[in-house]
């Protein structure tokens, strides 16, 4: 069974829960969604920053390697190696306009800074511009698309009056992050890039959801998932959580 149909299966068993209950049981609050949400994006940035690279370089992958522009990895590297949030925003404004990762820095930012126009309108820029990689790249196409979705739940998330008032959209949008990734899983199911999102995801949920666990994303962290160093992040926030 996909991980898409499972979601839809328990999205229609918990229909006939109370809405309170439904509410506070799928939905993260706010303070728990907001540490994922930066483990996951900022921490996929962090990865990029790790290492000693060419201007167009793939830290996640020594085979079939991808691209990521310069001005992309030069925003990492002022934002999580010197700490220059203004540089990184700069050099952001003239990353590539097909990168999504970039658009995924940029709502991350917004996030942290809690500027939800912001947010949203890269969120959904994530998600476009991994609609059109899809076409090249089709891999990383659904990983970003399946980022894009979560942003895009995390904006309703951040910004809904009620956690009840947020709930259908952020069941919608998981359903489509699910989606995405099982695309993305068909055509390369070990990729190290591909399981370190999962298996952040994964946990999202595992924390969250009281009938899920852990285990199975920290296995995915363990055997597929790279760089070591983020792998062992998002072992950190299975543990704690």
């Not at 658009?103 to 890269?122: E, F, I």
Request: glycine share 4%; charged share 20%; net charge negative.
């Amino acid at each position: 069974m996909s991980v898409a149909t499972a979601c839809s299966q328990n999205f229609n068993a918990f229909q006939t829960a109370n809405a309170a209950q439904l509410s506070s049981n799928i939905v993260p609050k706010v303070p728990r969604m907001r540490r994922i949400v930066t483990a996951l994006v900022s921490g996929v940035a962090i990865a990029c920053t790790t290492f000693s690279l060419p201007a167009l370089a793939d830290p996640f992958r020594t085979t079939n390697p991808r691209a990521i522009d310069a001005n992309t990895e030069a925003a990492f590297l002022a934002l999580f190696a010197d700490g220059d949030y203004q540089r990184a925003n700069a050099l952001l404004r003239d990353a590539q306009t097909t990168e999504p990762l970039a658009y995924a820095m940029r709502a991350s930012l917004a996030y942290l800074d809690q500027d939800w126009d912001a947010l949203s309108a890269n969120a959904t820029r994530t998600r476009e511009t991994a609609e059109q990689l899809v076409r090249r790249d089709p891999l990383r196409g659904h990983i970003y698309i399946a980022a894009g979705y979560f942003l895009e739940g995390a904006y309703t998330v951040a910004t809904s009056s009620s956690t009840v008032a947020a709930t259908p959209t952020v069941l919608s949008n998981l359903q489509e992050v699910f989606d995405n990734l099982d695309q993305a899983a068909e055509i390369a199911p070990n990729d190290p890039e591909l399981n370190l999102i999962k298996g952040y995801m994964d946990l999202l949920l595992a924390v969250n959801l009281p009938f899920t666990s852990p285990n199975q994303a920290i296995e995915r962290l363990e055997s597929y998932a790279a760089p070591s160093f983020l792998v062992d992040r998002g072992l950190a926030i299975g543990y704690r959580d």
